[in-house]
T-cell receptor, first 111, second 114 residues
Framework: TQLLEQSPQFLSIQEGENLTVYCNSS?????LQWYRQEPGEGPVLLVT?????EVKKLKRLTFQFGDARKDSSLHITAAQPGDTGLYLC???????????FGAGTILRVKS | DTAVSQTPKYLVTQMGNDKSIKCEQN?????MYWYKQDSKKFLKIMFS???????INETVPNRFSPKSPDKAHLNLHINSLELGDSAVYFC?????????????FGPGTRLLVL
């Protein structure tokens, strides 16, 4: 059982569609990060959310941290082929010195 | 000007061999990590060093031995390689106590054990 459940695992959509990726846990996190990984490269940080209920926007990407700091979502509006990649959520445990990663969502946006 | 660099990028070797992967960061960070990403893309932490001291050692076989000669370098030596060791290994760094745990990842080392 993973500490951070991420869904869906795979997502294949047409250009212009909207999508949401979810990250859920029964544990509380002091912050939650979202990374994007392209083929052949390492993950790159997109955003960090820290406060319960926080919403952050990055162009067409909207990130939300749950009020209880146990879950998060990533919403992409009008997806484009350039959004294709692996999206990873990572929780910063309140105790301990490490990030816990979700299993990832492979997104493919077709033109 | 690569922030976190790893060598080699690809490593193909026979079962039973010993191999090393090197990592260097020029970000001035105090903490470095080794992660393993399996074929299903799951990223799992293996080790973490803070100022050359081991602070995280997950359940990893003894065949894996990290070494941090200084704050900017973290190497990973693997003895007696097994088929199941095939994966992508990522090095990462962060400024643990002042910058949160934002991880800066290297490009990865693709290890294939035959």
């Amino acid at each position: 059982t993973q500490l951070l459940e991420q869904s869906p695992q795979f997502l294949s959509i047409q250009e212009g569609e909207n999508l949401t990726v979810y990250c859920n846990s029964s544990s509380v996190f002091s912050s939650l990060q979202w990374y994007r990984q392209e083929p052949g490269e390492g993950p790159v940080l997109l955003v960090t959310v820290v406060t319960g209920g926080e919403v952050k926007k990055l162009k067409r990407l909207t990130f939300q941290f749950g009020d209880a700091r146990k879950d998060s979502s990533l919403h992409i509006t009008a997806a484009q082929p350039g959004d294709t990649g692996l999206y990873l959520c990572a929780g910063d445990m309140e105790y301990g010195n490490k990030l816990v990663f979700g299993a990832g969502t492979i997104l493919r946006v077709k033109s | 000007d690569t922030a976190v660099s790893q060598t080699p990028k690809y490593l193909v070797t026979q079962m039973g061999n010993d191999k090393s992967i090197k990592c260097e960061q020029n970000l001035g960070h105090d903490t470095m990590y080794w992660y393993k990403q399996d074929s299903k893309k799951f990223l799992k932490i293996m080790f973490s060093y803070n100022n050359k001291e081991l602070i995280i050692n997950e359940t990893v076989p003894n065949r894996f031995s990290p070494k941090s000669p200084d704050k900017a370098h973290l190497n990973l030596h693997i003895n007696s390689l097994e088929l199941g060791d095939s994966a992508v290994y990522f090095c990462a760094s962060s400024q643990l106590y002042s910058g949160g745990k934002t991880q800066y990842f290297g490009p990865g080392t693709r290890l294939l054990v035959l």
